[in-house]
């Protein structure tokens, strides 16, 4: 293993969010990607991705993701409708929908139904009202637990923390161990700028002892 010896160091408080936003996405990557619809309280639905997401327990299973305050100081539609409704569903990013995906996140106005203008199918949900995405092997119902602040203004986060209500799996792509199956589902993963990744290139790490 290599030691580093000289180091360049940044301080964030002296640089403008913007800066510091691509110095972060260049060295926390891949993210793994939430397709997250939800509805407005009129009804009408909405469609996004998010690459600030993760999962982070699972007794519940829960997950959290980061709609940021935009440039201008306005709060994305996904978040005003989470804050106005409690529900979401999160769906993975497949290989097969990226570019599709990709479209989804153009800046629409409110009150635009992304799913229509990005070709997706909405599949009604089962315990929430926000459509599920046809095109998407996985999906996560899930009820809002809380949304954190973290600062405030433009590109502020927005914690969206989300309890897994149920795992909608595609024919096909469940294991018997209750694992999705990796290498079919073919999820893709975003990395700084506009690059992309996929998962094909894998391996394996056994634990380490003492058990
Ligand atoms: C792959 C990908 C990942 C993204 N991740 C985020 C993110 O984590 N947080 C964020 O605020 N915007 C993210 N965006 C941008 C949003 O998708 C975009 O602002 C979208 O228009 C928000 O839609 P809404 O206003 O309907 O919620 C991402 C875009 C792409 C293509």
Redesign the pocket.
């Known amino acids: 293993m290599k030691t580093f010896t000289e180091y360049q160091t940044i301080v964030t408080g002296e640089r403008e969010p913007r800066a510091n936003h691509h110095t972060l996405l260049s060295c926390v990557l891949p993210r793994p990607?939430a397709f997250v619809s939800t509805v407005s309280p009129e009804g009408v639905p909405?469609l996004?991705?998010?690459?600030?997401?993760n999962a982070v327990g699972s007794s519940p299973p829960a997950i959290i993701?980061?709609?940021?305050t935009?440039a201008n100081n306005t709060d994305?539609?996904?978040?005003n409708n989470i804050k106005a409704t409690g529900e979401f569903v999160v769906q993975v990013v497949t290989h097969d929908i990226k570019e599709a995906?990709?479209q989804a996140?153009?800046?629409?106005p409110t009150g635009v139904n992304?799913f229509e203008q990005a070709g997706f199918t909405q599949v009604p949900s089962v315990h929430v009202k926000p459509p599920r995405v046809g095109e998407s092997p996985v999906q996560m119902e899930c009820k809002l637990v809380q949304v954190v602040k973290v600062g405030d203004g433009p590109l502020s986060a927005n914690i969206v923390i989300g309890h897994v209500l149920c795992f909608h799996v595609a024919d096909g792509y469940l294991l018997e161990n209750g694992t999705v199956d990796v290498e079919k589902v073919d999820l893709v993963g975003?990395m700084g700028g506009d690059w992309y990744s996929t998962i094909r290139d894998r391996f394996e790490l056994g634990k380490p002892g003492p058990v």
């Not at 996004?48 to 997401?53: H, K, V």
């Not at 996140?105 to 629409?108: D, E, F, K, V």
């Open positions: 990607i909405n996004a991705p998010f690459s600030f997401f993701f980061s709609p940021a935009r994305k539609d996904t978040l995906m990709n996140s153009a800046n629409y992304e975003r």
